[in-house]
């Protein structure tokens, strides 16, 4: 059953590994702009949400065709990157993870939102009365008490990258090794007479993949919540 | 010695304080919406003021004519809510041990062992928050703005939210508190019987605004400071000694400057300081020394101030040899007995009109008449 090729192996290599390096990128920023969201009151607040919200409602294809004349080579974003810090992102697995990131981020800012929304401030004006300072009253209550929306968060962020597809073919194409990912490798074999047997194996491990990520985050959830709601 | 001025507007309402407290335990009284919270929120740095002055034993938190804020985390000053607001995700140790960690080791002043043995939760110290009663909860809160060792501590209304039964478990407690720690205390409560039992020292808010403050005695017996549905509970607040038990009527005789008094027995060795709450209600006013009569307490007075409540009933104030004690009664019996200032008059207080507040081993014991 397992019985992948190396180009095969390497999409599920890769498929994880973007998932990952998007999740975990994008979560201090996912955090930021949490908090902005949910505490701050500025000026164009509600243009900030929408922005990020945008990737949500537009066609995959069309935040792929963004990224591509922003992060392209010769976009205004992905040109500095280039020149002074030398970071590619175009037909790179690094595009990859960008495009993942920035397709589950609003996602991911919801679910933290709405766990921050949720935190008893009167609780951090306790802490502030301790002696805490604004960092550490974040650091030592805000945080752990949205640890579950975190986590929530996470996942879905890594689970929109698992499946992530339009945006991710538009930005860095399918070449396999560099930047094909399960959903490119499954549409490849789709696209291939004889390809069944391909799809039908990597759409399994890409659904084995969806559940153990599951799994893990109800635990994770499970085990947060009984602490933080037991205490 | 605590020093508040300050104007702070909220919305319509505008409030407006001046006042200094060098007692051990001051009370901001006065009913709901009179602004407490807000001063006491404004001492404690999470309101900034819009103009004022705030002082603590000669450091200044707050000048806003000299644009000087110290932030909330800065202020060492310990806040008990209402609310206990224990950290649900921390065991009751860790909320305990949390402000201490934030206190420079050298202004770290309180022991653990002896405040988890002063408010009696050594056995509480593994659980969660979620799982303490309401009175569990709040001793733990006031352990832990006790712990990080603080200049000052604010109490806003800890015990408003506890049932009759809760209160009287936390009352010596907090009297310990008083009695035992060397921090200065500004408690905010809208209870009469809490504050005669309590404070050293009363500042009184109505609407926004201070109307009066000074020792407890003097402010007790002013009953036109009260809120009308607790004026009931008013009266004379005396510190008297016990002079002996009549272990045969099961009677305790406490020695004032007014003469003697017999309350139902209390458990106090002789000499023990007591504090009375007599009502005014319950002191019934003779024109000449009452015979024939069950009640035990008769005490010589003069009447020293008269003020008319309403169209039907008399405040009256005996001065009883330097005791002052506040009589209520009906304006007929006012003039039926044609009662004047420096009148000489009898005090009458049933024995059974006391009541034990509270009796619990180690903790000075209130009496009120009720």
């Given at each position: 059953m397992l019985d992948l090729t190396p180009d095969e192996w390497n999409a599920v290599h890769l498929s994880i590994k973007v998932g990952l390096c998007a999740m975990a990128a994008s979560l201090p920023f996912g955090i930021g702009i949490a908090l902005l969201l949910a505490r701050g009151n500025f000026w164009g607040k509600s243009l900030l949400n929408g922005v990020v919200h945008l990737p949500l409602v537009l066609p995959p294809v069309v935040t792929g065709y963004l990224l591509l004349l922003s992060f392209g080579r010769r976009g205004p974003i992905g040109s500095l990157l280039d020149q002074y810090f030398g970071i590619v992102f175009s037909f790179r697995w690094t595009g990859a993870a960008l495009a993942c990131a920035i397709m589950g981020f609003p996602l991911m800012v919801r679910a933290i939102r709405l766990s921050i929304e949720a935190v008893d401030r009167r609780l951090e004006s306790a802490a502030g009365t301790l002696g805490a300072s604004p960092l550490w009253v974040f650091a030592t209550v805000t945080l752990p008490l949205i640890l579950p929306g975190v986590v929530a968060g996470m996942i879905l962020s890594f689970a929109k990258a698992m499946g992530e597809f339009g945006a991710t073919i538009t930005f860095v194409s399918n070449i396999p090794g560099e930047t094909q990912t399960l959903p490119s490798a499954i549409y490849t074999f789709t696209q291939v007479p004889g390809g069944d047997a391909g799809a039908m194996r990597l759409t399994l491990i890409s659904i084995a993949i969806s559940m153990i990520a599951l799994v893990v985050s109800e635990i994770f959830a499970r085990r947060i919540g009984q602490r933080v709601d037991a205490g | 010695m605590l020093f508040v001025d300050i104007h702070h507007r909220l919305g319509a309402f505008d409030l407006e304080a001046s006042f200094q407290s060098a007692g051990r335990l001051t009370a901001l009284f006065g009913p709901s919406g009179s602004g407490k919270t807000s001063i006491i929120n404004i001492i404690a740095g999470l309101i900034r003021p819009d103009s004022g002055r705030i002082v603590i034993d000669g450091k200044t938190l707050v000048d806003t004519a000299q644009r000087s804020f110290v932030p909330v985390h800065r202020r060492q000053v310990g806040f008990v809510f209402q609310d206990a607001r224990l950290f649900p995700h921390l065991s009751v140790r860790s909320n305990l041990l949390y402000g201490r960690w934030f206190t420079p080791q050298a202004e770290r002043y309180a022991e653990f062992g002896r405040?988890?043995?002063?408010?009696?939760?050594?056995?509480?110290?593994?659980?969660?928050?979620?799982?303490?009663?309401?009175?569990?909860?709040?001793?733990?809160?006031?352990?832990?703005?006790?712990?990080?060792?603080?200049?000052?501590?604010?109490?806003?209304?800890?015990?408003?939210?506890?049932?009759?039964?809760?209160?009287?478990?936390?009352?010596?407690?907090?009297?310990?508190?008083?009695?035992?720690?060397?921090?200065?205390?500004?408690?905010?409560?809208?209870?009469?019987?809490?504050?005669?039992?309590?404070?050293?020292?009363?500042?009184?808010?109505?609407?926004?605004?201070?109307?009066?403050?000074?020792?407890?005695?003097?402010?007790?017996?002013?009953?036109?400071l009260l809120p009308p549905e607790e004026v009931g509970e008013g009266g004379a607040v005396l510190d008297m000694k016990v002079l002996g038990h009549d272990e045969a009527f099961g009677m305790t005789v406490l020695g004032t400057r007014a003469g003697e008094m017999r309350v139902p027995r209390i458990d106090r060795p002789l000499g023990a300081a007591v504090r009375v709450r007599i009502r005014a209600r319950d002191v019934m006013i003779g024109t000449e020394r009452p015979k024939g009569l069950s009640a035990l307490n008769i005490l010589p007075g003069r009447i020293a101030e008269i003020s008319q409540v309403d169209g039907s009933q008399v405040d009256l104030k005996l001065d009883c040899h330097g005791d002052i004690l506040v009589s209520r009664i009906t304006r007929q019996s006012f003039q039926t007995l044609h009662l004047a200032i420096g009148r000489e008059v009898f005090a009458v207080i049933k024995t059974v009109a006391f009541d034990r507040a509270n009796l619990s081993p180690g903790a000075p014991l209130v009496l009120t008449s009720d």
């Open positions: - | 405040v988890v043995e002063m408010l009696g939760i050594g056995h509480l110290l593994a659980r969660r928050p979620a799982l303490l009663s309401g009175g569990e909860k709040q001793r733990v809160a006031i352990g832990r703005a006790l712990l990080a060792s603080p200049k000052l501590l604010l109490m806003d209304e800890p015990l408003a939210s506890l049932d009759d039964a809760r209160k009287s478990e936390i009352m010596p407690y907090l009297e310990r508190l008083r009695d035992e720690t060397k921090i200065p205390i500004v408690y905010v409560s809208h209870s009469i019987a809490e504050v005669a039992r309590l404070a050293t020292d009363i500042v009184v808010m109505t609407n926004g605004k201070l109307a009066a403050s000074g020792p407890t005695g003097e402010i007790m017996r002013r009953l036109d």
